[in-house]
């Protein structure tokens, strides 16, 4: 497959989907978690958590975090899949209210379900309860699909990075 078609693939994993398994570590204790995220603004993916939640504890103390994107309902020639290594960290203060902003309304898009699920850009920052966090991803993964028809071997090809952020961010 040509890296134009793997970016391709990977920027329709990253926008079908809104969950993701996040992996992280701390004092050599690993952890997963189903995450909800979304894309943007920018070539980033951004979700919200508590900063007393173990996968919160764990990027304070280590920021390079690991994840999977997959649609796990799935079958057959439709599977397909991402690992990613990225850098987490938490949003700062001065762009919660557009990060926030952007979250709730690609998010849910019923203006009565985002009403119910709104928080205002101060919850995530000083003693509010939540932190937005920000994924830039290092380094992408997907399925060799092409591979796996010959050998039926399930390997790994990298995606272009550059290529993956210019598409994302457009």
């Not at 898009?109 to 699920?117: F, K, L, M």
Request: charge should be negative; charged fraction near 25%.
């Amino acid at each position: 497959m040509t890296d134009d078609g793997l970016v391709q693939r990977a920027v329709k994993l990253l926008r079908s989907n809104r969950y993701f398994t996040l992996a992280t570590c701390a004092d050599g204790v690993p952890w997963a978690a189903p995450i909800n995220y979304v894309l943007g603004p920018g070539p980033v993916l951004h979700f919200y958590s508590t900063p007393t939640a173990r996968h919160s504890r764990h990027i304070a103390a280590m920021p390079t975090v690991a994840g999977a994107v997959f649609d796990s309902t799935a079958v057959g020639d439709d599977v397909d899949g991402m690992q990613f290594v990225a850098r987490c960290a938490e949003v700062a203060a001065s762009e919660l209210a557009d990060v926030s902003e952007h979250y709730f309304r690609t998010n849910f898009t019923d203006p009565e379900e985002r009403d119910w699920w709104y928080r205002p850009p101060e919850a995530f920052h000083g003693d509010g309860t939540w932190r937005f966090y920000r994924l830039d991803l290092t380094e992408v993964y997907l399925i060799d699909l092409e591979a796996f028809v010959e050998t039926q071997v399930d390997t790994r090809v990298q995606v272009d990075l550059d290529r993956l952020r210019r598409s994302l961010g457009a």
